[in-house]
């Protein structure tokens, strides 16, 4: 073959390479940020809605404030004790829910019903507080 044509051969894939790449790059970044959003809007939000949970009862994805009976004597009750514990976007988790210290809090000697009582607000704020009713 002659080489001058082989040559021009070459010269013309070359520009139709960077014809082509010049043309899809944009469309692929087009691509790869909308992919991105879409993670972002979509998906990141469902690992991180539920990152401070109380972790009993239903759970709400937007919005949860509910109590749990845990234990019911029957018998009449003068005081009430609260312990609490508080999330914070799952990454902090203080207090002491414990019944001893709802217990000790309301100056209880027989416990006579235990609830839980759960609050979240979008995964951004939990808060888990054991009630002790009791003489």
Request: with cysteine.
């Amino acid at each position: 073959m002659n080489l001058q044509f082989i040559s021009k051969i070459k010269s013309i894939s070359k520009r139709k390479f960077y014809l082509i790449h010049s043309v899809q790059k944009p469309h692929l970044d087009r691509f790869h940020s909308r992919l991105v959003r879409k993670v972002c809007l979509f998906i990141l939000p469902f690992f991180f809605l539920q990152c401070a949970s109380s972790g009993f009862g239903t759970q709400g994805l937007l919005y949860e404030n509910q109590r749990i009976s845990l234990m019911e004597t029957g018998n009449s009750a003068t005081k009430e004790g609260f312990s609490c514990a508080k999330s914070y976007l799952g990454l902090i988790a203080l207090g002491d829910a414990s019944i001893e210290t709802a217990q000790k809090q309301g100056n209880i000697k027989e416990i006579t019903s235990i609830e839980l009582e759960t609050y979240n607000f979008l995964g951004i704020y939990a808060k888990l507080c054991t009630v002790t009713k009791g003489i």
